[in-house]
């Protein structure tokens, strides 16, 4: 009986050291661009706040990201688009408009002549573009000068000035680009710029542990309220 007793008080132990571990250790799952500009002075700040919690970030395409929510991999994601399941708690981040840059300025129908350049990147961001495209030129196609593997390869190519333009979010160029670089937001046909929008998302059962809620509050504290396009009553 008394070996059965201190057992139980070793398995009580271990079961108390796993919790305490689950309470400060928190996953997330970030896009490749949010984790070079917006996560890096978050995280410095959050853990400035939470110098005990131990976060483990993993970054990828928004695609890749909501894979790891499903399967558990993850327990906190920022994703891009609009397509975002109803079973998560989420937060509007913000919304950046989809924007033409190039070296000069240029008229939105002369892209169709132009040369456009196309990178690499999540899929949903692709066909947000074609869409509008489509919307705007009809069965116009566009013509590909150059393919090249992210966005930031992409916006070097078009800041040298050889005619090349491409259709890309505000949030992908840095600030020393933007003095340098021609950029015009896209507009729909009534006149609304066509956006990408950036949530924080996590499962409301993930909210019992205290790494997690921390961080989810926090976060929310350092990005202005951003009106949600599909919430109710607005």
Known sequence: KEMLQQYQQVKNSIEELKNDEEQ?????????????FQLPPLLKNFLLRYPKINPTVRSGFTTEISQWMRQGEIQIAFLRGENIDDE?????????????????????ES???????????????????????SLYFGERPYQVGMRVGD????????????????????????????????????????????????????????????????????TKGQFAPVRDPFAQNI
């Open 24 to 36: 400060y250790a928190v996953r997330i799952g970030v896009p490749n661009m949010f984790s070079q």
């Open 88 to 108: 998560y708690e989420r937060y509007l981040v913000s919304q950046d408009p989809i924007c033409l840059i190039s070296c000069v300025p240029m008229d939105l």
């Open 111 to 133: 892209l169709p002549h132009g040369l456009r350049i196309i990178y690499d990147t999540d899929p949903s961001l692709h066909d947000n573009v074609n869409t509008w495209w």
């Open 151 to 218: 966005s930031q390869t992409c916006i070097r190519m078009v800041r040298q000035g050889v005619g090349y333009y491409a259709l890309i979010p505000r949030y992908v160029i840095s600030e020393q680009d933007r003095p340098v670089l021609h950029v015009q937001p896209l507009y729909d046909r009534e006149g609304r710029k066509i956006l990408r929008s950036t949530w924080l998302v996590c499962r409301k059962s993930e909210l019992q542990f205290r790494a997690v809620r921390a961080f989810v509050d926090f």
